[in-house]
């Protein structure tokens, strides 16, 4: 409202107007000093755990534009404590990784749309988990919902997808998982620049009676969902999607259910959204026997980043052997490896024109001695190397950028910068100004890692006198990471 008003003492046009538009963005309390802010959206996620091994829990979503206040949207609590005989809190709050409430919360997938003008959400149990599942909270009504940025305008969309998004057991842990959980699916919604569709992968009733996953389209203003491909149900599974441009979807496939939940990506299809043109990539292989673990954002018609696991094996902080990831750029045919730092966490970025941010513990210039888990930046030629974060947390052991235990250094999560600012947006547990000594938190940046900023101030893990346990936290984590592009010239 400030702002608003503001502006609307301006002139009426030309330069001095534009003059005092900036002006009174500078004095406003909605400008974010350092890097701007668009639209951030977060869920407040909190459990506690008594004395007497029982849990309570709530969740509230909240829409954040600039500096602005956070704005409610919708609040979950559990109506009674419950027994909690995995210690499902406990664990929770030892990992000190809020994207973990999606093991057991109800708020799921989550995404800003790219104008920033409103959120899209996930309200369900039925991809929690079966250990967890029963003991969720119980949402009002499951769905698909979405929100215009100022927090009004709350509308359902259609029902909640029923593809998992997290695989808990033994065979994520032989994956390198977090706690036994690996994410299977991505976690935010894939949306097409012009912010008016969104493309999820959900089951689909066959003639025989069988579900078969299948790639959808969700129009944001009309609801209407469309089916795009019509796999059979013993056919390829259809996941993790993303838009190559407004028309073209991009999606992985396994080759059975079995495999989706055990083993790595297999097939990359493009299809059209009007489902033709179906057509299997060439499968890359950067070097013989390397593995893709996991794809950066379409930068452009013909630039993608990919993180590699290579075939050269190193000791992790247990003393096993572990493969090599690196960082790779593939323009057409072409791919060039672009880190070189013989490490096994080097991962999860994004990619904005010709540079690429990402995670790594590696120390290229002695500046990271500890070997923690920083913030890191390269261009698609591999040169321009920067680290932009300097954390540091000696009073634990440095595992690197892994979340697997608790008690260990602090690590970085969920890596995004926005295509129209340039302001990089990221969770830690990391706690460079003395204010996040035991959670996880959001902060922002400019490009170069200057302007550093704690966005966030959730209390984290709390022990009490009598042995009960509170934390919380932030996650499930949207920003706007997409853009239109600008017209040619």
Known sequence: MQLAECKRTCPGGGQARRDCREACAERSTCTAPGARIRTLAYVVTECTADPQGRTSAKQKLVVRRGNCDPVPVMELRSSAPVPDPTGGCR????TRYGPGSLWGFPFQRMAV?????GVVFELSKQTIPPPFRDRAIEPPEEGIFFVRANGKGLRRLGDASRFPLVAFGASAVQLGSIAGFRNVERVDYPITTDSRTLALTDYVRGPDGQDAPQLFTLDIG???RTQVTHFPPSGPVPFRPDFADDRTILFHTALSRDRLETGPLDVTY?????????????????VPGAHVVEQFHIAGRSTNALIVFLPETVLDFLGREVPVAELFVVEDKRALQVTHFHRPDTTTGTLRGRHLFFRASANPFGTNPGENCQVFSVNTLGGDLRQLTRFRDDARPSVGCNWDFGGVACAIEGIVLDQVTGTVIFGSSCDPFGMNPYGFQLFSMRPDGSGLRQL???RGRVIEPDGAVSFQTVGPIAYPARARPEPRR
């Open 91 to 94: 664990l929770y709050a030892a």
């Open 113 to 117: 749309l790219p104008d920033a003008s």
């Open 222 to 224: 009309t609801r209407v």
């Open 270 to 286: 493009r299809i059209k959204t009007n489902g033709t043109g179906l057509e299997m990539l060439p499968t890359l292989e950067p």
């Open 456 to 458: 966030t101030a959730t």
